[in-house]
Antibody
Framework: EVQLLESGGGLVQTGGSLRLSCEASGFPFSSSTMTWVRQAPGKGLEWVSSLSDSGGTTYYADSVRGRFTISRDNYKNMLYLQMNNLRAEDTAVYYC??????????????WGQGALVTVSS | EIVLTQSPGTLSLSPGERATLSCRASQSLSSIYLAWYQQKPGQAPRLLIYGASSRATGIPDRFSGSGSGTDFTLTISRLEPEDFAAYYCQRYGSSPMYTFGQGTKLEIK
């Protein structure tokens, strides 16, 4: 059974930093592209960042590029999101997702339960 | 950048009725890049449809996807009580890698 378990959420001040972690199990983690998606309170889904299976290629939304860093440890089956210079608009539930790619397209086949990040002044 | 616009924003229907949800892209895109997700309150999203028309594992056949070019549709043939939720379309591509529509809330009438 695929499991994704996020941790590291919490309350942080504007301009502060936080690191989210996602522990993966039940699938070949080192062969999977991984993604972070967030959802602000009462709002829709927003793609944040993705990372290739080897960790060699990163992708970021314009809203977080230069402030957030995605990384992984394939030996520990862990995905991370380092978030710096946090803003009020980064307040959201952050979901970790496993991507499945087929015929040059990808989609999120498994999701974690989410971690809440609240940025307050 | 391709923008996805979903309509309606809210759809009010009764169990047993047919639901038709629309996702319109600002530019033509290949159907293999279009997916649909369902999200119930307090839960993580769940993949329903990928490649515009292929059901994900475990998804009931009352859910179907169709469309091409700029117009895509998610149809729920006969609504069950558990189908009332929010639905999002998503496009895979580049710059940015993924884009979501703003969502359609399907509520009980």
């Amino acid at each position: 059974e695929v499991q994704l378990l996020e941790s590291g959420g919490g309350l942080v001040q504007t301009g502060g930093s936080l690191r989210l972690s996602c522990e993966a199990s039940g699938f070949p983690f080192s062969s999977s592209t991984m993604t972070w998606v967030r959802q602000a309170p009462g709002k829709g889904l927003e793609w944040v960042s993705s990372l290739s299976d080897s960790g060699g290629t990163t992708y970021y939304a314009d809203s977080v590029r230069g402030r957030f860093t995605i990384s992984r440890d394939n030996y520990k089956n862990m995905l991370y999101l380092q978030m710096n210079n946090l803003r009020a608009e980064d307040t959201a539930v952050y979901y970790c997702a496993r991507d499945t790619c087929s015929f040059t397209s990808c989609y999120h086949t498994s999701w974690g339960q989410g971690a809440l990040v609240t940025v307050s002044s | 950048e391709i923008v996805l616009t979903q309509s309606p924003g809210t759809l009010s229907l009764s169990p047993g009725e047919r639901a038709t949800l629309s996702c319109r892209a600002s530019q033509s895109l290949s159907s293999i890049y279009l997916a649909w997700y369902q999200q119930k309150p307090g839960q993580a999203p769940r993949l329903l449809i990928y490649g515009a028309s292929s059901r994900a594992t475990g998804i009931p056949d009352r859910f179907s996807g169709s469309g091409s070019g700029t117009d895509f549709t998610l149809t729920i043939s006969r609504l069950e009580p558990e189908d009332f939720a929010a639905y999002y379309c998503q496009r895979y591509g580049s710059s940015p890698m993924y884009t979501f529509g703003q969502g359609t809330k399907l509520e009980i009438k």
